[in-house]
């Protein structure tokens, strides 16, 4: 699943920065909202998505 990440986090060794979307299992996707580090919800996602296109944000 995807999630927009929130704020500068590693995740399973690889380093993701604010707005990035990752690709994350459901239990990686548990721990980071946990930590308050990512967002799974499908607009939140989308939002992050259009700024990685260059496109306005909504």
């Not at 580090?37 to 260059?54: K, W």
């Amino acid at each position: 699943m995807k999630v927009r990440i929130l704020t500068a986090t590693r995740i399973d060794g690889v380093d993701y920065k604010a707005n990035d979307v990752a690709e994350l299992s459901s239990e990686e996707i548990a721990a980071a909202k946990d930590q308050g580090v990512a967002d799974d919800n499908e607009a939140a996602v989308a939002y992050a998505e259009s700024l990685a296109h260059g496109e306005e944000p909504a």
